[in-house]
């Protein structure tokens, strides 16, 4: 009985971000036969081995309305060439990314590409070629990175700005009633309401 044959290994490279403007390049091998599901589950496993734990990802985004975002930038030769050259884990730059909407979603709920065969075939410009690995060939002029970094959950944030109006607006009431002075109460509330998006506003400012 012949041997089923062996899938081939598709390397793509991840810039994941450490810090504000730190991103550090790491790589993942996937199959030609993995599915979507496989595939992001992979690159979910990278992530949280190399950046941050599940956990801790999950109280950033609860706490501070902060997700990771799935972008693709092109990755020039001189920023890849020099990180293969440095120590471990080896920085590079990012000039320009675009966020890819579609690969953030399933990065989140990889369950969706369950059924979608051969998915690291699907996205090529990821896909590292073998002999520029090996040593000094320049990349191909299409060739981009996927990104994994930290932005401001915007969806997210306008929730938590409009729970807590409504929340400080029923406290303002109670405070109100109880001090017997509606104005002293409605003062309370816009005021904690106001420090809630000053602090929305500052994690905006520092996620761009």
């Known amino acids: 009985m012949p041997e089923p044959p062996i899938a081939t290994t598709i390397h793509w490279q991840l810039a994941l971000q450490r810090s504000q403007r730190t991103y550090i390049l790491e790589g993942v ?5 993995d599915t979507g599901e496989e595939v992001m589950q992979k690159v979910r496993n990278k992530y949280f081995s190399e950046v941050r734990s599940p956990w801790a990802t999950r109280l950033r985004h609860y706490l501070l309305c902060q997700r990771v975002v799935l972008e693709a930038a092109p990755l020039s030769s001189l920023s890849f060439t020099d990180a293969e050259a440095g120590y471990h884990p080896r920085r590079v730059f990012i000039r320009s990314r675009d966020q ?6 399933c990065f989140h709920q990889p369950y969706h590409l369950r ?4 998915f690291a075939k699907r996205y ?3 896909t590292v070629p073998i002999t520029w690995r090996a040593g000094g ?17 915007k969806q997210y944030a306008c929730f938590v ?9 029923l406290l303002g009431l109670v405070i109100g009633f109880t001090q ?8 309370i509330g816009a005021c904690l ?9 500052i994690l905006m400012w520092m996620s761009r």
């Open 29 to 33: 091998d996937l199959l030609a036969t």
């Open 100 to 105: 890819d909407d579609l690969l953030t979603e």
């Open 115 to 118: 059924s979608a065969a051969t």
């Open 124 to 126: 090529p410009r990821f």
């Open 137 to 153: 060939n320049l990349p191909p002029p299409d060739s981009q990175i996927l990104v994994l970094r930290l932005a401001h959950d």
């Open 161 to 169: 700005l409009l729970a807590a109006l409504l929340l400080f607006i």
């Open 180 to 187: 017997a002075s509606s104005k002293l109460g409605l003062a």
């Open 193 to 201: 309401f106001a420090l809630v998006s000053a602090v929305q506003g």
